[in-house]
């Protein structure tokens, strides 16, 4: 009934869009963007009508035009990447009489922004289903963690094993959290043993933006983009100054963030420092074998991570060099599940991350060339004293550490001769070493040392038709891209060629309010894990003959947008992934835990509704995604079953203002059952929270103070996301923020 309510909605307003779209006026506003020093024109340049956020970007001959414009007067500006922007004050638009402006731009030096090598996005982002979340709505927010701003978007599941000290991995649209490939500035996330990655171990205060790829992405990204990927770029924003974030909280949370930025001349510098800390020992309750309802605290929940990051950048005539490195160290407790706590259990994780970007613009053509290098090592001890309680001893003592080596380079070339066309070509190498040793005995290790040389190389185009005649445009984004991996360990070789062929279409009515059809098809794969192939141990064993997952992925959404008094917008998608080879461990012959290669089915559908006042008085978002991922290994216990772990619907809602400087958000989050079997013979239930923040700033001379207060799970409900470990109660934060 919602979801067949929403279609209704859509469709309503679909119509409206499409019966005022086509009543409004032709171009209202046009002209041209030039270099002032070289009278050249600037391509790519964004012309923006402020407060409306309606604007355009200029062609290949720096021409644009803004269309359909109500009568009244206006702020009109224009910006380019290292160019100072310009303004038009009080551009007055009235009936039938276009206006033509001319901008001429001063060259500036700024920073080189981060770059990602290891693929290339088309840059209309238009032609692919793209969640994006900027820096802004992070510094509005009293969030310590990646994964309570992730969770909003829609068709997304966390799988939080609880508060700070658990880990955060990402599921999209009913996929395996190791199907979601996670880059911060272009490098892997992933872990190389199971596959997925814990987004915890990233800090907040480091992330300029974070993007959202729903939908199959290794055309673009290569190994382990089935179910999608989450592009996070760091912080390239130099203005001058000096911040000092605090935030105080619940189980006896703080986080201390220092940061100073500036630049001079052609040099930009960025320093930054997060330490944060909780006890995270919160208390809980469940029931029993024997329906008593127990009550007690979750004890070794603690976390302590503290971050460095630093980026030194160099720009001048067209070249920018950009240097950054980053260290992180994280102390976390594992407590354990209800039926197995573990008191003792300790994980230590530590990683160095050096970086180093080059990058060249002419008007036509884009070069860049990245090198990356990270080291990290990570700790995982249980050892308990002998006179320990019985009930602290089911899972046995354990001690061992691994290290992985990471080196990745690459090189992008972007050309586009004409506003029609568009081509970025590439290649990326990556190299990767894994040691992994036993610290409590002298038996071998699970896998000793692995290695995986990975080479691809891709190629994407864009192609655009305007339809003049009916304020409309043609989209075509054909992209392909080849990988040869050598996974390697003493006793074993993998060596895999893949081919990912994408394609993506958009066909669009209308220019600031519009109705549009987007389409895409592709193949996508991942690799198996070192864990999949080489791991051995007492009745665990991988598979080096395991094939890699592949799925071919269709995604249809038909939308539009209103820009009348606000912006409204309106979408409905439907996706299907058919997954071949999907990689699943379990029980086998001999008692034996290994992986196994079966075949799975998921499609659904996601509907969003969207307004926005003018001036973010009030904005509202409003998503439910119905999913169906299908077990299809031919077994009587198995076929048809839903995948574990995957919940079939999702709501979410988010409702906030913003009114001078104050700015106020309540969001809603419905996640269904989940079952935690292959034979749906056991489930999690469902379970829904309320969460909110408060945001007041006020400036003093040159100082401005912010104040932030957050309420999460506000309604107090006591529930699960992982099976036996019980996520906290009602949790409070203050935070308060200093800018010179």
Not at 503 to 524: C, E, H, P, W
Not at 669 to 675: A, C, D, V
């Amino acid at each position: 009934m919602i979801s067949k309510n929403i279609i209704n909605c859509c469709w309503s307003i679909l119509i409206l869009f499409s019966s005022t779209l086509f009543a409004q006026s032709t171009t209202k506003l046009h002209g041209v963007v030039v270099d002032e020093m070289t009278n050249k024109p600037l391509v790519g340049a964004n012309i923006v009508i402020e407060g409306s956020g309606i604007g355009a970007v200029s062609d290949y001959n720096g021409q644009f035009k803004i269309e359909n414009l109500l009568d009244g007067v206006y702020t009109v500006s224009a910006s380019y990447i290292g160019y100072n922007q310009r303004q038009h004050i009080d551009v007055r638009i009235s009936k039938d009489h276009p206006i033509q402006l001319h901008f001429r731009l001063t060259p500036q030096v700024i920073p080189l922004q981060a770059v990602e090598v290891t693929a290339e996005r088309i840059e209309n982002p238009n032609t692919t289903n793209t969640w994006t979340i900027s820096r802004e709505t992070i510094e509005r927010t009293n969030t310590t963690e990646i994964a309570e701003l992730i969770k909003l978007a829609p068709g997304i599941d966390v799988q939080d094993a609880g508060n700070v000290a658990g880990a955060k991995k990402i599921s999209i649209r009913g996929s395996q959290t190791n199907q979601v490939l996670v880059l911060v500035d272009g490098v892997p996330l992933n872990d190389q043993l199971g596959g997925d990655a814990d987004i915890s171990k990233i800090p907040v205060n480091v992330v300029e933006k974070i993007e959202i790829y729903k939908g199959g992405g290794s055309a673009r990204f290569g190994s382990g983009a089935i179910g999608g990927v989450i592009n996070i770029t760091t912080r390239k924003a130099f203005q001058n100054e000096i911040k000092l974030n605090s935030t105080f909280g619940a189980f006896q949370m703080m986080m201390v963030e220092p940061i100073i930025a500036g630049s001079y001349r052609q040099i930009g510098y960025f320093l930054s420092y997060q330490y944060t800390s909780s006890q995270g020992d919160y208390p809980y309750e469940y029931v029993d074998s024997r329906r008593q309802t127990i009550h007690e605290h979750r004890k070794n929940a603690d976390a302590l991570l503290r971050n460095f990051f630093g980026r030194l950048s160099f720009g001048y005539k067209g070249h920018a060099i950009s240097l950054q490195y980053q260290r992180l160290l994280s102390d976390r407790g594992f407590p354990g599940k209800i039926d197995g706590w573990t008191p003792y259990a300790r994980t230590d994780y530590q990683q160095s991350l050096l970086g180093l970007d080059y990058e060249f613009k002419l008007p036509a053509l884009e070069i860049t060339l990245n090198s990356n290098w990270s080291d990290a090592a990570t700790t995982n001890r249980n050892l308990y004293p002998d006179n320990v309680e019985l009930r602290y001893k089911r899972y046995p003592q354990y001690h061992y550490q691994y290290n992985v080596r990471n080196i990745l380079s690459g090189a992008i070339l972007r050309y586009f001769p004409s506003r029609w066309f568009q081509l970025s070509t590439g290649y990326t190498y990556r190299h990767l070493r894994y040691d992994d040793e036993n610290l409590q005995s002298s038996f071998d290790s699970a896998i000793q040392t692995a290695t995986d040389n990975t080479h691809g190389v891709f190629l994407s185009q864009e192609w655009t038709l305007n339809l003049p005649w009916l304020s409309g445009k043609f989209i075509l984004t054909p992209a392909v891209r080849f990988d040869y991996m050598t996974i390697t360990n003493d006793a074993h070789d993998h060596f895999k060629r893949q081919w990912s062929p994408a394609g993506g279409t958009l066909l669009s009515f209308g220019a600031s309010s519009q109705i549009y059809v987007r389409a895409s098809v592709a193949k996508s794969f991942r690799a198996p894990t070192f864990a999949d192939l080489f791991y051995q141990d007492v009745r665990v064993k991988g598979k080096p003959d395991l094939l890699p997952e592949k799925s071919d992925n269709i995604d249809i959404s038909a939308g539009g947008q209103l820009t009348k008094a606000g912006l409204f917008r309106c979408e409905i998608t439907h996706f299907h992934y058919n997954i071949e080879d999907l990689i699943v461990w379990r029980l086998g012959s001999f008692e034996v835990f290994s992986p196994f290669n079966n075949d799975a089915d998921i499609s659904g559908q996601e509907y969003l509704v969207a307004a926005q006042m003018p001036h973010d008085l009030l904005n509202l978002e409003l998503s439910y995604s119905r999913i169906e991922p299908l077990n299809k290994l031919d077994n009587q216990t198995t076929l048809n079953k839903i995948l574990p772990y995957r919940p079939q619907r999702l709501l979410k809602a988010a409702l906030s203002t913003t009114y001078q400087n104050f700015f106020l958000k309540v969001n809603y989050n419905f996640i269904g059952k989940r079952f935690v079997n292959e034979a749906n013979t056991q489930f999690i239930d469902s379970y829904q929270n309320w969460n909110a923040d408060i945001n007041w700033n006020q400036s003093i001379k040159h100082i401005t103070i912010t104040l932030k207060l957050s309420m999460l799970n506000f309604t107090d409900v006591r529930y699960m996301i992982v099976r036996d470990m019980p996520m906290p109660g009602r949790e409070w934060r203050i935070g308060v923020g200093f800018l010179y």
